[in-house]
């Protein structure tokens, strides 16, 4: 589960989310801080900082650095974050959002990596790097919106064979907001990805 309390970890500690997260936890649900990175344009400080309230205030199980930039210039500005985030973090999971195929050298920094954010009508084009083959699917998440309900199961088969072991569809656009609610086939959906991906 991924936590953002308003665009980051905001300026306070908000109970309500505190109490959310506690539930969460006490499921077993590992929750993820969220944190943009704006394509490494932001400074670390300012993401180490929000990763110390993130723990502090909401004891989080590590972080989501959205807006990843996904090249080799930036690898050593990811390598230090994730480095702070697993000091500060007790066995921290790491996300990285380049959204879409980064240099594989990424895949040695975070857990996750969100190889695909897009709609499905370029999901269905998009070329799969042949060193894809060398990780687990459970290090690739794909997140496709604007999935008609009738594509919903063609879009699960292809980010299997794409190694995909994180998915999330919806029939939201990407504009304005494809995680404003949850997609119209959500029930349908939490049933079909666990059994085929």
């Known amino acids: 589960m991924f936590l953002n309390v308003d665009n980051g970890v905001g300026t306070a500690p908000v109970s309500h ?7 969460a936890h006490a499921r077993g649900i590992t929750v993820l801080g969220y944190s943009s990175t704006n394509y490494g344009a932001r400074s670390i400080a300012s993401v180490e900082t929000e990763v110390r309230r993130y723990e502090a205030w909401y004891k989080v199980n590590g972080i989501f650095l959205d807006l990843t930039q996904g090249t080799p210039g930036e690898l050593s500005y990811y390598r230090t974050l994730a480095t702070f985030i697993r000091a500060h973090i007790r066995n921290a999971v790491i996300w990285l959002n ?100």
């Not at 989310?17 to 539930?23: A, E, G, I, S, Y």
């Open 17 to 23: 989310f505190q109490t959310l997260v506690k539930r």
């Open 98 to 197: 380049p959204g879409s195929f980064p240099a594989p050298s990424f895949m040695s920094i975070a857990n996750v990596v969100m190889v695909f954010e897009g709609s499905y009508a370029t999901y269905t084009h998009t070329q799969i790097p042949s060193w894809v083959k060398r990780f687990r699917p459970a290090q690739f998440a794909h997140v496709i919106y604007g999935t008609p309900q009738s594509d919903l199961a063609t879009a699960i088969r292809l980010a299997r064979a794409r190694r995909a072991g994180h998915l999330y569809v919806t029939n939201l656009p990407g504009s304005p907001d494809p995680y404003g609610s949850l997609a119209s086939y959500w029930p349908q959906e939490a049933a079909d990805i666990p059994s085929n991906c």
